[in-house]
T-cell receptor, first 114, second 116 residues
Framework: GAGVSQSPSNKVTEKGKDVELRCDPISGHTALYWYRQSLGQGLEFLIYFQGNSAPDKSGLPSDRFSAERTGGSVSTLTIQRTQQEDSAVYLC????????????FGDGTRLSIL | AQTVTQSQPEMSVQEAETVTLSCTYDTSESDYYLFWYKQPPSRQMILVIRQEAYKQQNATENRFSVNFQKAAKSFSLKISDSQLGDAAMYFCAYRSSYNQGGKLIFGQGTELSVKP
């Protein structure tokens, strides 16, 4: 079946603009995660959605970052007033509920802030 | 807070040889899960192998195996009979078994190159 789909694949924008990144998880997966991978770095957790529960936003670096998940499926990560330090690859993952369930990742969105 | 450390930024192996990637972690929890992910240039993270902390037996997946030393908080990945397609960035990751949202905590990664 289809994997996790992210769009756009690449995004270049000017400093100060708002951007929206989209994630379409694997059908049936109730858990959805956003991670950020800065150049040469490991992945940093941003936010987690599980079903209808309140999201875990503990990883969001500032109030310029927000995310929503509509209908328990598609998620959008929004970055307002982008800064150069926001340049990174943003990866989305989804999984079934369960502690050992593996997270399946998308190809990510490479965001470049000029 | 839990941390994951990969002390080898780069490793190299000859095709058909064996290589071991190191990973250590810090936690006060007794029950957790450990993972190795592979990230080729395509950027997609691919699960290689996983280990449950309460299992003493080391996990094995074909040419990939781990050496899990719980007391030492060490979780190394061994790749046997290395192939050109194994060249990638490898990340070690920790996941709490408690209600912390299931997020993965990643190490900084080890870039593996395979020489023909």
């Amino acid at each position: 079946g289809a994997g996790v789909s992210q769009s756009p694949s690449n995004k270049v924008t000017e400093k100060g603009k708002d951007v929206e990144l989209r994630c379409d998880p694997i059908s049936g997966h109730t858990a959805l995660y956003w991670y950020r991978q800065s150049l040469g770095q490991g992945l940093e957790f941003l936010i987690y959605f599980q079903g209808n529960s309140a999201p875990d936003k503990s990883g969001l670096p500032s109030d310029r970052f927000s995310a929503e998940r509509t209908g328990g499926s598609v998620s959008t990560l929004t970055i307002q007033r982008t800064q150069q330090e926001d340049s990174a690859v943003y990866l989305c993952a989804s999984s079934y509920r369960g502690r050992l369930q593996p997270q399946h990742f998308g190809d990510g969105t490479r965001l470049s802030i000029l | 807070a839990q941390t994951v450390t990969q002390s080898q930024p780069e490793m190299s192996v000859q095709e058909a040889e064996t290589v071991t990637l190191s990973c250590t972690y810090d936690t006060s929890e007794s029950d957790y899960y450990l993972f190795w992910y592979k990230q080729p240039p395509s950027r997609q993270m691919i699960l290689v192998i996983r280990q449950e902390a309460y299992k003493q037996q080391n996990a094995t997946e074909n040419r990939f195996s781990v050496n899990f030393q719980k007391a030492a908080k060490s979780f190394s990945l061994k790749i046997s009979d290395s192939q050109l397609g194994d060249a990638a960035m490898y990340f070690c990751a920790y996941r709490s078994s408690y209600n912390q949202g299931g997020k993965l905590i990643f190490g900084q990664g080890t870039e593996l190159s395979v020489k023909p």
